[in-house]
């Protein structure tokens, strides 16, 4: 075997010293198990991305010599994580006699009565800048509360503070979890459409969704696409995927008839937003591409109107509560829709407006000067569509759902959007995230999204991913992470480079994953983690300790081409048939997949080469449910005229599972033939622009969707 560490001397380089001392990786073992060290350039751009200088040998000898005096002057670290019921240790830097004295400031502003002891060091002292700097710690004790504190430390005169997270254990299951399982569906809320739509699915749509499901099916939650905050004019990025801002949510799925001020709308008003309705009812009946774009231009002028109407008194005191309760932080997207609706969207060049100016620009400010009411429009809207989104969860909770919605976070946000233009410093400059080449996307992938700093988010109490998690759990009784491998290491593309010239860096887990757990907590909610793809075993493990469920995909559970029997899956996951990024079922039983990739040229080999393993596949997916008695055997004798009879297979294999979540796709359920999304692709493939449709091709309205008879087939399955 190919030995799968690096030798001695390349550790002892100081490069390597460098990229390891801030948590960038300079090897890895991919997918196929095949190692890789990483080349020089690459960790160099991406410790520039990290604000770290490695251009030369002089320069990579300050940088450790600068991060490594930056650790020891440091009385206390910025953030501490500490876990509720237990004691902790805080690492405290200061002279050898020096005694530190500590406070806590609750989260509620209270001071913790409790003791902090104080325990001395054993390590060596160190010297820095001629001053001796020995270690101790403090200890927080077992009943500090779960919330965000301030520790604040003096030693020898000299005062910092650090976030203090404690956070639970782990998750809690919900008590139907314990001894059983849930199920429900999962969708895409743009493709499905009501006559009451405007062209694309919205958010009282959703409370139907939810509702119906509840009451027809007997599902417990609807998985939904990531519903992230978008642009607020044309052009539109169709994909959920890549956000304008993960704070704050997508204003074009509002209902505007759903609003209390459209009735009480005067006559002439209420007529102009019934007649831009009418304008855009027939794009609900289009079953080839979704038009997001007509959709909002209409849309947004008959909500133009019903904000020119005003607010009561009563409705006025709610949007002020809301905007003193998301602070500063709406000011971040409402501008960025204000330049972007008055000085377009970026072009990439250094004359654009996101390159040029910034928020506090002359220029910024004179355009929030000279058009109030546009501003005060963008906050409004993003007001209304959480109300809507907040009916919505509360609707379904009231009829009886478990969970109800199940949130997915994108992993990223669009390098031109918002949460970037505005705190450019929370992000990585001169990188983007992905992943390395794996059997699936043999080129690797770009998603273009900025990542995360680690420092910063260290420096900051991470206060930015507490905020996006507590506002995704405000909304939703759980919420997916998609690709939750990137809470414990990222992979990182310096700008220029191809996808599979990267490499990963690691992110502090046990806090992030702390943060989940304390925003769960407090909303009696669920986790769920992307966790597909490489996942080394102590991510899985980390996740299985913390209660956050992972994912079971049934046409990713093989191991050497054998697929594992459902009644061997792990228990804590979410299990399902297949993702938004796989084609329908019986597009894949029918070999779709491999006519699309040949048809958009995404494969790196002979087309002749990928059906033969897409068949090897096929044929072992079925042995594994005849052997496991979910199919009988004489239905291969004619695949295609029993192709539904393969699908309740398949769906009698997750209810066979142990796993504690079970989710059905509404594609599956209503026979629709394309996929809604193909990774590797862009403009090549009408990605996230699909709507529902049956077998046929017609479209399936939100009206007709639970009395369909072969979904009413998959949700008896579901049932057991």
Same mark, same amino acid.
């Given at each position: 075997?190919?030995?799968?560490?690096?030798?001695?001397?390349?550790?002892?380089?100081?490069?390597?010293?460098?990229?390891?001392?801030?948590?960038?990786?300079?090897?890895?073992?991919?997918?196929?198990? *095949?190692?890789?060290?990483?080349?020089?350039?690459?960790?160099?751009?991406?410790?520039?991305?990290?604000?770290?200088?490695?251009?030369?040998?002089?320069?990579?000898?300050?940088?450790?010599?600068?991060?490594?005096?930056?650790?020891?002057?440091?009385? $206390?670290?910025?953030?501490?994580?500490?876990?509720?019921?237990?004691?902790?240790?805080?690492?405290?830097?200061?002279?050898?006699?020096?005694?530190?004295?500590?406070?806590?400031?609750?989260?509620?502003?209270?001071?913790?009565?409790?003791?902090?002891?104080?325990?001395?060091?054993?390590?060596?002292?160190?010297?820095?800048?001629?001053?001796?700097?020995?270690?101790?710690?403090?200890?927080?004790?077992?009943?500090?509360?779960?919330?965000?504190?301030?520790?604040?430390?003096?030693?020898?005169?000299?005062?910092?503070?650090?976030?203090?997270?404690?956070?639970? @254990?782990?998750?809690?299951?919900?008590?139907? %979890?314990?001894?059983?399982?849930?199920?429900?569906?999962?969708?895409?809320?743009?493709?499905?459409?009501?006559?009451?739509?405007?062209?694309?699915? *919205?958010?009282?749509?959703?409370?139907?969704?939810?509702?119906?499901?509840?009451?027809?099916?007997?599902?417990?939650?609807?998985?939904?696409?990531?519903?992230?905050?978008?642009?607020?004019?044309?052009?539109?990025?169709?994909?959920?995927?890549?956000?304008?801002?993960?704070?704050?949510?997508?204003?074009?799925?509002?209902?505007?008839?759903?609003?209390?001020?459209?009735?009480?709308?005067?006559?002439?008003?209420?007529?102009?937003?019934?007649?831009?309705?009418?304008?855009?009812?027939?794009?609900?009946?289009?079953?080839?591409?979704?038009?997001? @774009?007509?959709?909002?231009?209409?849309?947004?002028?008959?909500?133009?109107?019903?904000?020119?109407?005003?607010?009561?008194?009563?409705?006025?005191?709610?949007?002020?509560?809301?905007?003193?309760?998301?602070?500063?932080?709406?000011?971040?997207?409402?501008?960025?829709?204000?330049?972007?609706?008055?000085?377009?969207?970026?072009?990439?060049? *250094?004359?654009?407006?996101?390159?040029?100016?910034?928020?506090?620009?002359?220029?910024?400010?004179?355009?929030?000067?000279?058009?109030?009411?546009?501003?005060?429009?963008?906050?409004?809207?993003?007001?209304?569509?959480?109300?809507?989104?907040?009916?919505?969860?509360?609707?379904?909770?009231?009829?009886?759902?478990?969970?109800?919605?199940?949130?997915?976070?994108?992993?990223?946000?669009?390098?031109?959007?918002?949460?970037?233009?505005?705190?450019?410093?929370?992000?990585?400059?001169?990188?983007?995230?992905?992943?390395?080449?794996?059997?699936?996307?043999?080129?690797?992938?770009?998603?273009?999204?900025?990542?995360?700093?680690?420092?910063?988010?260290?420096?900051?109490?991470?206060? $930015?991913?507490?905020?996006?998690?507590?506002?995704?759990?405000?909304?939703?009784?759980?919420?997916?992470?998609?690709?939750?491998?990137?809470?414990?290491?990222?992979?990182?593309?310096?700008?220029?480079?191809?996808? %599979?010239?990267?490499?990963?860096?690691?992110?502090?887990? *046990?806090?992030?994953?702390?943060?989940?757990?304390?925003?769960?907590?407090?909303?009696?909610?669920?986790? $769920?983690?992307?966790?597909?793809?490489?996942?080394?075993?102590?991510?899985?493990?980390?996740?299985?300790?913390?209660?956050?469920?992972?994912?079971?995909?049934?046409?990713?559970?093989?191991?050497?081409?054998?697929?594992?029997?459902?009644?061997?899956?792990?228990?804590?996951?979410?299990?399902?048939?297949?993702?938004?990024?796989?084609?329908?079922?019986?597009?894949?039983?029918?070999?779709?997949?491999?006519?699309?990739?040949?048809?958009?040229?995404?494969?790196?080999?002979?087309?002749?080469?990928?059906?033969?393993?897409?068949?090897?596949?096929?044929?072992?997916?079925?042995?594994?449910?005849?052997?496991?008695?979910?199919?009988?055997?004489?239905?291969?004798?004619? @695949?295609?005229?029993?192709?539904?009879?393969?699908?309740?297979?398949?769906?009698?294999?997750?209810?066979?599972?142990?796993?504690?979540?079970?989710?059905?796709?509404?594609?599956?359920?209503?026979?629709?033939?394309?996929?809604?999304?193909?990774?590797?692709?862009?403009?090549?493939?009408?990605?996230?622009?699909?709507?529902?449709?049956?077998?046929?091709?017609?479209?399936?309205?939100?009206? @007709?969707?639970?009395?369909?008879?072969?979904?009413?087939?998959?949700?008896?399955?579901?049932?057991?």
């Amino acid at each position: 075997m190919t030995e799968q560490t690096e030798n001695a001397t390349r550790l002892a380089r100081p490069l390597i010293r460098l990229a390891k001392l801030v948590g960038v990786a300079t090897s890895y073992v991919g997918m196929s198990r *095949d190692y890789h060290e990483i080349e020089d350039d690459v960790l160099v751009a991406v410790l520039k991305a990290l604000g770290i200088d490695a251009s030369n040998d002089d320069a990579i000898e300050r940088s450790i010599t600068t991060i490594q005096r930056e650790r020891n002057i440091r009385i $206390v670290p910025p953030t501490v994580l500490h876990i509720v019921g237990k004691k902790s240790k805080v690492e405290v830097h200061g002279g050898a006699l020096d005694v530190p004295a500590a406070s806590i400031t609750l989260e509620d502003g209270e001071t913790y009565a409790g003791k902090i002891e104080h325990e001395g060091g054993s390590g060596a002292a160190v010297e820095v800048d001629g001053v001796f700097v020995c270690t101790s710690y403090l200890v927080l004790p077992e009943d500090l509360p779960e919330g965000y504190h301030t520790l604040e430390v003096t030693v020898g005169g000299k005062t910092e503070s650090a976030t203090v997270i404690s956070a639970p @254990e782990k998750i809690e299951l919900l008590d139907e %979890m314990k001894e059983g399982s849930l199920w429900g569906w999962m969708s895409q809320l743009y493709s499905i459409r009501s006559s009451g739509s405007w062209g694309i699915g *919205d958010y009282e749509d959703l409370k139907t969704l939810l509702v119906e499901s509840k009451k027809k099916t007997g599902a417990d939650f609807m998985l939904i696409n990531p519903l992230h905050a978008a642009e607020p004019v044309p052009p539109i990025e169709p994909s959920p995927y890549l956000p304008i801002s993960r704070r704050f949510i997508n204003f074009s799925y509002i209902r505007p008839e759903s609003m209390p001020e459209y009735a009480t709308l005067s006559p002439e008003d209420k007529t102009k937003v019934d007649a831009l309705h009418e304008q855009v009812e027939p794009l609900n009946g289009d079953a080839q591409v979704l038009d997001r @774009e007509t959709m909002w231009r209409t849309k947004m002028q008959a909500l133009w109107v019903i904000y020119k109407a005003g607010l009561s008194i009563q409705r006025q005191a709610e949007f002020d509560q809301y905007l003193a309760e998301v602070g500063d932080e709406i000011e971040s997207y409402a501008t960025w829709c204000l330049c972007y609706d008055k000085w377009g969207a970026s072009n990439g060049s *250094d004359d654009d407006w996101v390159r040029k100016f910034n928020r506090g620009s002359e220029e910024v400010s004179q355009l929030r000067a000279q058009y109030p009411d546009t501003l005060e429009f963008y906050r409004w809207l993003e007001w209304v569509a959480t109300e809507q989104l907040h009916a919505a969860q509360q609707a379904a909770r009231d009829a009886g759902m478990k969970i109800g919605i199940v949130a997915d976070m994108a992993v990223g946000v669009h390098p031109a959007g918002s949460d970037v233009w505005w705190n450019p410093e929370r992000f990585a400059k001169g990188a983007t995230v992905g992943a390395p080449p794996d059997m699936f996307n043999q080129q690797g992938q770009d998603w273009s999204q900025p990542p995360l700093n680690p420092i910063a988010l260290d420096q900051t109490g991470y206060k $930015v991913y507490r905020d996006m998690v507590h506002g995704m759990f405000s909304n939703a009784g759980a919420v997916r992470i998609d690709h939750i491998l990137g809470l414990f290491r990222l992979w990182w593309i310096p700008e220029g480079k191809k996808a %599979m010239d990267g490499t990963y860096v690691h992110y502090d887990s *046990d806090i992030m994953l702390g943060i989940l757990a304390l925003e769960a907590s407090r909303a009696g909610g669920v986790v $769920v983690g992307e966790d597909l793809g490489v996942v080394p075993a102590y991510v899985s493990k980390s996740l299985s300790e913390h209660g956050i469920l992972g994912c079971a995909v049934e046409w990713f559970e093989q191991f050497d081409g054998v697929f594992r029997a459902p009644k061997d899956w792990r228990p804590y996951a979410l299990a399902s048939v297949n993702t938004h990024d796989l084609p329908p079922a019986a597009v894949y039983l029918e070999y779709g997949h491999v006519k699309l990739r040949e048809q958009l040229g995404l494969l790196s080999g002979p087309v002749e080469e990928f059906k033969k393993s897409a068949e090897a596949e096929h044929n072992a997916m079925l042995n594994m449910l005849v052997k496991e008695g979910y199919l009988d055997a004489d239905v291969l004798e004619d @695949e295609l005229a029993n192709e539904n009879e393969i699908i309740d297979a398949l769906y009698r294999g997750l209810k066979g599972s142990p796993c504690k979540l079970m989710a059905a796709s509404i594609v599956d359920a209503v026979g629709e033939k394309r996929t809604q999304n193909q990774p590797g692709t862009c403009n090549e493939y009408p990605n996230w622009r699909i709507p529902l449709a049956d077998g046929d091709g017609n479209v399936v309205p939100l009206e @007709e969707l639970f009395g369909n008879t072969r979904l009413q087939e998959i949700a008896a399955i579901m049932r057991g």
